[in-house]
């Protein structure tokens, strides 16, 4: 992958707010640009792409301040709207009050006469949205030093219960990191069974990606493990859980987390992806900044 490719280049220069940039020949690998520190780095210097993508935030944010949200507790009505909403969700301190210490307020996004749902419930919450604020607070910050790089996929993985009244059930590997990877999970009902299940087993469809590395668990299609402990007590994957919209859950897995019979054979392969990934974008990131550098010389 010594080549240059154009198109990548194209897509960091003029990055998309949500859109990834899809890697390999599986189609099952993407990159997002905030997914990079290298990248994020580089924007320091590169101001025209650092305001071209806070311009595509605050057009979001201007959006989210004209679409009225009225708030109802035991003491008062507060009339507010989205952004705000969103603001107080991602403050620990004003996430802590609104909505843990205040378990009675609700929320009406039609009219001031309602209808008005509790606001822990999380239905006015969207993902995309969501993210778009985390994007603000990655630009805003010199280094956050929150992520390492990390690679998008589209890898299945089934979830298999032992002495429970239901079949399997299909999620996703949505993201691997250096330390672990993130299964997504696009039920409710589905997340229920899983965190109210005991010793589930995992099983990894590594068969798509057999062509993009070289090691051995891949060519043999799929493999199986079990965790430490169950999925819905590690990490943050409860506190986690709670804050969905129930549309789509996000479960961390972390490698250590695996039982150590199996977990090399889950790790290694996951990581010789990331390695050749990583210097495949930070080598396009460097002819990025060099042909910055002629530009303004």
Known sequence: M??????????????????????????KLAFHWANSQKYLDSL????????????????????LENEPAWLISKQNQIES????????????????????VNDDITLSLRTVQGPYTRLQSMRWFDYEIYRAFVFEKLLRCQRMNLRTFRL??????????YGMPFSDLNAKVSQIMEDGFIIKVDSKS??????????????????????????????????DFFLRNDIYELG?????????????????????????TVSEEIRAPFIELLDKYRAYIESHIDK??????????
Not at 2 to 20: F, G, Q
Not at 45 to 56: A, E, G, P, T, V
Not at 152 to 161: H, Q
Not at 288 to 297: F, G, R, V, Y
Request: glycine share 4%.
């Open 44 to 63: 320091k210097q590169n101001k025209s792409i650092m305001k071209l993508l806070r311009k595509k935030i605050s057009v979001i944010k201007k959006t």
């Open 152 to 161: 998008s996929t589209d890898v299945d993985i089934s979830i298999i219960p």
């Open 81 to 100: 709207n989205i952004y705000e909403i969103y603001k107080y969700f991602l403050d620990p301190r004003l996430r802590e009050l609104w909505f843990e």
């Open 236 to 260: 943050k994957n409860k506190e986690n859980c709670s804050y969905s919209n129930g549309k789509e859950y996000h479960l961390f897995v972390a490698f250590s987390d695996i039982c150590p």
């Open 190 to 223: 589905d997340i229920q069974k899983i965190c109210s299940s005991k010793n589930l087993q995992y099983r990894l469809d590594l068969g798509p990606l057999k062509k993009e590395v070289t090691y051995d668990s891949y060519v043999r299609g799929s493999r």
């Open 288 to 297: 990025l900044e060099d042909h910055e550098e002629k530009l303004s010389a």
């Open 2 to 27: 010594s080549r240059v490719n154009k198109n990548l280049i194209s897509y960091l220069k003029n990055p998309d707010l949500y859109e990834s940039f899809t890697l390999g020949r599986s189609g």
